[in-house]
T-cell receptor, first 116, second 110 residues
Framework: GAVVSQHPSWVICKSGTSVKIECRSL??????MFWYRQFPKQSLMLMAT?????????EQGVEKDKFLINHASLTLSTLTVTSAHPEDSSFYIC????????????FGPGTRLTVT | ELKVEQNPLFLSMQEGKNYTIYCNYS?????LYWYRQDPGKSLESLFV?????AVKQEGRLMASLDTKARLSTLHITAAVHDLSATYFC??????????FGKGTHLIIQP
C-alpha cells in the first residue's frame, strides 16, 4: 500500500514553454501533498505544501507565479512550471501524506525535467 | 528555522567494516526519518524515529535517536556493496514538509 505515482517520469521542454507534472496517491487519500526539488548532487528542498481544495503554501524564495500548484482532489496534485528556463532543470519529487497513522510522507518516483 | 546537519557528507569504506553517519538538528521535531536514495531514483524510506531513545534495526542498518542531544545516528554493520547509496536524514512531518540534511554519499568497496 501507500503508493504515489508521478507523471511524466522525465520530460524535455524548450525554454519559455510550460510543463505540468502530476502526482497521484494510488491507494490512499492524501489531504496534503508536498513538492520538493533536487538539483544534481544536492539535497531535497521543499518547494510548497499543497492542501486539497485550498491554495498552496510556498517556501521562501519559491516563485508562486512560476510554479503553479493545484490540488483538486484527495488523490491528485499538479505542479506546472511556467515559462521554464534551463535553471529550472531539476528532479522534482512529490510526496503525499496519508490520513492515518503517524502521518508519514510517501514519496513519488520523481520527474526529471530538462529545459533546453 | 530548523537546520539539519549530516556528517560525513562523503564516505568511502571497505566491505565488512562498520561505520556511523551522524545527523544533528537544531530544534525539536515530531519525528526523524532516514532515507536511502540510489542514483537517478527517488527516496526509499528506511526508518521513522518518534521518541527519545528509539532504536530501529533492519538488516545491517540501525538507527537511533537522542532527542536531548538532538542527534540521530545511522549505523552500518559489516557493510556490503549493495548498501552503496546516498543516505538522508530528515525532520518534520505531520502537516509540515520535511527538512533534509545534505546527505551522505556512501561508497562501499570490495
Amino acid at each position: 500500500g501507500a503508493v504515489v505515482s508521478q507523471h511524466p517520469s522525465w520530460v524535455i521542454c524548450k525554454s519559455g514553454t510550460s510543463v505540468k507534472i502530476e502526482c497521484r496517491s494510488l491507494d490512499f487519500q492524501a489531504t496534503t501533498m508536498f513538492w520538493y526539488r533536487q538539483f544534481p548532487k544536492q539535497s531535497l528542498m521543499l518547494m510548497a505544501t499543497s492542501n486539497e481544495g485550498s491554495k498552496a503554501t510556498y517556501e521562501q524564495g519559491v516563485e508562486k507565479d512560476k510554479f503553479l500548484i493545484n490540488h483538486a482532489s484527495l488523490t491528485l496534485s499538479t505542479l506546472t512550471v511556467t515559462s521554464a528556463h534551463p535553471e529550472d532543470s531539476s528532479f522534482y519529487i512529490c510526496s503525499a501524506r496519508g490520513l492515518a497513522g503517524v502521518g508519514e510522507q510517501y514519496f513519488g518516483p520523481g520527474t526529471r525535467l530538462t529545459v533546453t | 528555522e530548523l537546520k539539519v546537519e549530516q556528517n560525513p557528507l562523503f564516505l568511502s569504506m571497505q566491505e565488512g567494516k562498520n561505520y556511523t553517519i551522524y545527523c544533528n538538528y537544531s530544534t525539536t521535531s515530531d519525528r526523524l526519518y532516514w532515507y536511502r536514495q540510489d542514483p537517478g531514483k527517488s527516496l526509499e524510506s528506511l526508518f521513522v524515529l518518534l521518541s527519545n531513545g528509539a532504536v530501529k534495526q533492519e538488516g545491517r542498518l540501525m538507527a537511533s535517536l537522542d532527542t536531548k542531544a538532538r542527534l540521530s545516528t545511522l549505523h552500518i554493520t559489516a557493510a556490503v556493496h549493495d548498501l552503496s547509496a546516498t543516505y538522508f536524514c530528515a525532520l518534520g512531518g505531520g502537516a509540515d514538509g520535511l527538512t533534509f540534511g545534505k546527505g551522505t554519499h556512501l561508497i562501499i568497496q570490495p
